[in-house]
């Protein structure tokens, strides 16, 4: 199989605090893993792509220095939300990639509900 | 902007139904074309997946059409079960042989199969 955990399931914190997130491949390595963002009843938005050893890709309109993103590893990526607020309370869902003849296919992770009191 | 169109955003089928999706793009750089079942408060998972080179793909109840000419490509639910309820979620993506491979996804269809 291709299974992927993330790590805590659900988060509530305080306004202000940091929280962070993990995603793991367990049974297999991917040097690409994609970090998404899903509101309630909408679809998932692409937030960043992380790659082993280097800095990850933010996509247009998605802070850097509020969402840290580190992939130390080809079995796990983390998500660090900075300095959170009511407005970052989502369902966070990370994916990683791994590699299907030519293509990639994408696994995804249970997702995290962060919630920003 | 919204790259890959998927209609309907709501379905009721009855048990033993056929669901249908469709879905339209418009990048023709997309050579990748998958779909993901989402139950509520999980993480998507990959159902079925097609490439332009064929025009249909068949995993148990469950069928990709593709028309590459047209661009359009749907998802067929045959004998569809209170189970089968869940949100679904249409994609694309382009050839990956460039290094990078985003996945645009549409805006998702919840089905429910009601008995």
């Known amino acids: 199989g291709a299974v992927v955990s993330q790590h805590p399931s659900r988060v509530i914190c305080k306004s202000g605090t940091s929280v962070k997130i993990e995603c793991r491949s367990l049974?297999?390595?991917?040097?690409?893993m994609f970090w998404y963002r899903q509101f309630p009843k909408q679809s998932l938005m692409l937030m960043a792509t992380?790659?082993?050893?280097?800095?990850?890709?933010?996509e247009q309109g998605v802070e850097k220095d509020k969402f840290l993103i580190n992939h130390a590893s080809l079995t796990l990526s983390t998500l660090t939300v900075t300095s959170a607020h009511p407005e970052d309370s989502s369902f966070y869902i990370c994916?990683?990639?791994?590699?299907?003849?030519?293509?990639?296919?994408?696994?995804f992770g249970p997702g995290t509900r962060l919630t920003v009191l | 902007q919204q790259q890959v169109k998927q209609s309907p955003q709501s379905l009721i089928v009855q048990k033993g139904g056929i669901s249908i999706i469709n879905c339209a793009y418009e990048?023709?750089?997309?050579?990748?074309f998958p779909w993901y079942q989402q139950f509520p408060g999980k993480g998507p998972a990959l159902l079925i997946a097609?490439?332009?080179?064929?025009s249909e793909k068949k995993e148990g109840r469950f069928t990709i059409s593709f028309n590459k000419s047209a661009k359009q490509f749907s998802l067929h639910i045959m004998d569809s079960q209170p189970g089968d309820s869940a949100t679904y979620f249409c994609?694309?993506?382009?050839?990956?042989?460039?290094?990078?491979?985003?996945?645009?996804f549409g805006i998702g269809t919840k089905l429910q199969v009601i008995p």
């Open positions: 994916s990683a990639a791994r590699p299907s003849g030519s293509y990639n296919e994408q696994f």
């Open positions: 049974d297999f390595q991917a040097t690409t």
């Open positions: 992380s790659n082993e050893g280097s800095k990850a890709t933010y």
């Open positions: 990048n023709t750089a997309f050579d990748y």
């Open positions: 097609i490439r332009p080179d064929v």
């Open positions: 994609a694309a993506s382009p050839d990956p042989a460039g290094g990078y491979q985003k996945v645009t």
